[in-house]
C-alpha cells in the first residue's frame, strides 16, 4: 500500500548540514502495523513526516498504491492526507476552543459548506470507539491527558484513514495511561487499519508485527512480536 523506495533527507541550520535520512527503504502493507524505535536525533520522527507526506524528501520517493505521490501535485497529496491518512502527534494539537466533538470534526471544517447530521454522527461513533462518547461537549481543558489523546485519534478515524501515523503517541503520558493508548492502537489494527508507529519505548515498539530501529538516519530490522489484540 505504502512504499518509501531510497528517500534521503537532510536539514542545514547555522552552516551545518544534518543527514537526517539516508537512502531509506521500506513498505507498508494494508492492515500492517509497523513500529519504529530508536534514539533521539536517529531520524524516527523525519521518516513519519515524509511516509505521510508532511515533509518532501530530499531524493528518493513515496509511493501509495503505486503511484508516486510527487507526481500528485499539490492538490492531489492534500486530497490523499484528507482521504486516507491520519496523523496523530505526542501532543494532541486539540483546540482549546472547541469540544472534543468539534475537535475531532476538524478535518472538514476547513469546508465551505456546514457539517452536516450524517458527519457528526461519524464523529461521535468515532469518539464511541475510544471511549469517550460521554465526553463529546466537554472542552480540552476539561480532559486528562489520555482522554485528549484518544480525542486526537478519534479525530484521525473520522477521516475513515487506511494508515494511522502515530508520532510517540504514548510520550507524554504516564505508563498506565500509555498502556490503555497502545491496547486501542493494537485493537484498531486488529480491525484492519494500518498502524506506523515512532516510539521510544521498546516495549511498545515490540507490540508490531514490523518491528524497525532507527540508528543515524538508516534502519535496521528489530524482529518483533505481536500484541494480543492483532490478528495473527
Do not use: W
Request: with cysteine; charged share 20%.
Amino acid at each position: 500500500m505504502l512504499e518509501v523506495r531510497n528517500v534521503s533527507k537532510a536539514f542545514a541550520a547555522e552552516g551545518t548540514v544534518t543527514q537526517a535520512l539516508h537512502r531509506i527503504n521500506l513498505a507498508v502493507a494494508g492492515g500492517d502495523f509497523v513500529s519504529v524505535a530508536g534514539p533521539s536525533g536517529s531520524g524516527k520522527s523525519t521518516l513519519l513526516g515524509v511516509m505521510s507526506t508532511l515533509v518532501a524528501p530530499d531524493e528518493g520517493a513515496v509511493l501509495y498504491n503505486g503511484e508516486n505521490v510527487a507526481a500528485m501535485g499539490e492538490r492531489g497529496v492534500d486530497r490523499l492526507r484528507r482521504r486516507d491518512f491520519g496523523v496523530v502527534f505526542q501532543f494532541h494539537h486539540l483546540m482549546p476552543t472547541m469540544t472534543a466533538l468539534e475537535n475531532v470534526l476538524l478535518p472538514f471544517l476547513h469546508r465551505l459548506r456546514p457539517v452536516g447530521a450524517s458527519l457528526a454522527d461519524r464523529a461521535r461513533e468515532c469518539l464511541e470507539r475510544v471511549g469517550l462518547a460521554h465526553k463529546a461537549d466537554c472542552l480540552p481543558a476539561h480532559l486528562s491527558g489520555g482522554e485528549q489523546q484518544r480525542v486526537a485519534i478519534a479525530r484521525a478515524l473520522v477521516k475513515r484513514s487506511r494508515i494511522l501515523f502515530a508520532d510517540e503517541p504514548t510520550g507524554s503520558l504516564d505508563s498506565a495511561t500509555g498502556d490503555r493508548i497502545m491496547e486501542l492502537l493494537c485493537g484498531l489494527n486488529a480491525e484492519g487499519l494500518a498502524v506506523v508507529m515512532v516510539t521510544h519505548n521498546e516495549e511498545y515498539a515490540a507490540l508490531a508485527r514490523t518491528r524497525l530501529t532507527m540508528r543515524d538516519g538508516m534502519l535496521a530490522d528489530a524482529g518483533g512480536t505481536c500484541c494480543a489484540a492483532c490478528p495473527a
